[in-house]
């Protein structure tokens, strides 16, 4: 099995973020990732070169993924070496709550600092709120004040860098007016079945690195499946996930496909040392009946009583 190193040569496994930190390439995500999370973690740092697991207090794993990163490191691997991400819920999106949300997370996760903490979704929600929120479970959400806490979080030296998820232009513009420190990351749903090229373009304009999430679409449209991804995934003698993440680096963005198979997790990040040729890249970016596959409306959307009657309004109407 090729070292992570050894992955790299000559083409890029990793991208420099603002800060002059590296975040890898490719990425374990762990969303509904189950029972066997701290086995996939380890398995992913250890035998498959993974250096970059994502998760989320959300989630309800971080213990598992805690767990799994704490036998990746006892088995030799040395903590600098990993890059760990995770995000803050919308029930914590308040300035006084920001810091013991982060605590939770080390706790859980057994670590000392965490290299990219995320606002998961820019809206607050109260304690307990359903999915979908009921009436006046969707709070005011104090951003500039949130961003603060998170930018002391990066001075205390508990976290390295900070950045945002499922932001809109709208959202990522009113950040950076009151931002002492940018976001580092900005993390979307992004495959060829969504491009997502309005937040895309605004992020390379201000020099925020994108991560992809759901590189392979979802059970409900799952890219895997495409004729398109499947024809090209034939002639390179690649598979339709190799090929999708392939896509997504060559984009320009780092990528964190998600399994708890170890063969799939192993093949997943086998993405190095070929390219996707610009012409087959052309035809996987021109996949018809885009849409975006997560809309946030089972958490945030209550048809009546708002304040998000609509997928559209989460979303800024901008898409």
Same mark, same amino acid.
């Not at 989630?59 to 704490?70: A, N, P, R, S």
């Not at 995320?118 to 969707?138: N, S, T, Y």
């Given at each position: 099995?090729?070292?992570?190193?050894?992955?790299?040569?000559?083409?890029?496994?990793?991208?420099?973020?603002?800060?002059?930190?590296?975040?890898?390439?490719?990425?374990?995500?762990?969303?509904?990732?189950?029972?066997?999370?701290?086995?996939?973690?380890?398995?992913?740092?250890?035998?498959?070169?993974?250096?970059?697991?994502?998760?989320?207090?959300?989630?309800?794993?971080? /213990? &598992?993924?805690? %767990?799994?990163? $704490?036998?990746?490191?006892?088995?030799? #691997?040395?903590?600098?070496?990993?890059? +760990? !991400?995770?995000?803050?819920?919308?029930?914590?999106?308040?300035?006084?709550?920001?810091?013991?949300?982060?605590?939770?997370?080390?706790?859980?996760?057994?670590?000392?600092?965490?290299?990219?903490?995320?606002?998961?979704?820019?809206?607050?929600?109260?304690?307990?709120?359903?999915?979908?929120?009921?009436?006046?479970?969707?709070?005011?959400?104090?951003?500039?004040?949130?961003? /603060? &806490?998170?930018? %002391?979080?990066? $001075?205390?030296?508990?976290?390295?860098? #900070?950045?945002?998820?499922?932001?809109? +232009? !709208?959202?990522?513009?009113?950040?950076?007016?009151?931002?002492?420190?940018?976001?580092?990351?900005?993390?979307?749903?992004?495959?060829?079945?969504?491009?997502?090229?309005?937040?895309?373009?605004?992020?390379?304009?201000?020099?925020?690195?994108?991560?992809?999430?759901?590189?392979?679409?979802?059970?409900?449209?799952?890219?895997?499946?495409?004729?398109?991804?499947?024809?090209?995934?034939?002639?390179?003698?690649?598979?339709?996930?190799?090929?999708?993440?392939?896509?997504?680096?060559?984009?320009?963005?780092?990528?964190?496909?998600?399994?708890?198979?170890?063969?799939?997790?192993?093949?997943?990040?086998?993405?190095?040392?070929?390219?996707?040729?610009?012409?087959?890249?052309?035809?996987?970016?021109?996949?018809?009946?885009?849409?975006?596959?997560?809309?946030?409306?089972?958490?945030?959307?209550?048809?009546?009583?708002?304040?998000?009657?609509?997928?559209?309004?989460?979303?800024?109407?901008?898409?």
């Amino acid at each position: 099995m090729a070292s992570a190193k050894a992955m790299g040569q000559g083409e890029q496994d990793r991208f420099v973020l603002k800060s002059g930190h590296a975040i890898p390439a490719v990425g374990l995500g762990t969303w509904r990732a189950g029972s066997d999370t701290a086995h996939s973690v380890q398995t992913a740092i250890t035998e498959a070169g993974y250096r970059h697991v994502d998760t989320a207090a959300q989630y309800g794993i971080e /213990k &598992e993924v805690g %767990k799994g990163l $704490k036998a990746a490191m006892e088995a030799g #691997i040395d903590r600098k070496d990993l890059f +760990v !991400t995770s995000k803050i819920w919308c029930t914590n999106l308040a300035p006084e709550r920001v810091r013991p949300a982060l605590e939770n997370t080390l706790k859980d996760l057994q670590l000392d600092y965490i290299d990219l903490y995320l606002i998961h979704w820019p809206f607050r929600l109260k304690d307990g709120a359903h999915q979908p929120p009921e009436a006046g479970e969707v709070l005011e959400f104090d951003m500039e004040g949130v961003w /603060k &806490e998170m930018e %002391k979080l990066v $001075k205390d030296g508990l976290v390295k860098d #900070i950045g945002v998820c499922n932001f809109t +232009v !709208t959202k990522l513009n009113r950040l950076l007016r009151s931002a002492n420190i940018p976001p580092a990351v900005c993390q979307m749903e992004m495959h060829p079945g969504w491009k997502n090229d309005k937040i895309f373009e605004a992020c390379k304009k201000h020099g925020i690195h994108v991560t992809a999430y759901s590189p392979l679409g979802s059970s409900e449209k799952n890219l895997a499946h495409d004729p398109v991804v499947e024809k090209v995934a034939n002639k390179l003698n690649k598979t339709p996930g190799q090929v999708l993440i392939k896509w997504a680096l060559q984009r320009g963005t780092s990528v964190i496909p998600k399994s708890s198979k170890d063969e799939r997790i192993k093949e997943n990040i086998q993405v190095f040392g070929w390219e996707i040729p610009e012409d087959d890249f052309q035809v996987l970016c021109s996949i018809k009946d885009e849409k975006r596959v997560l809309t946030g409306e089972e958490l945030f959307v209550n048809k009546t009583h708002g304040p998000y009657k609509s997928a559209s309004e989460v979303w800024d109407h901008e898409n």
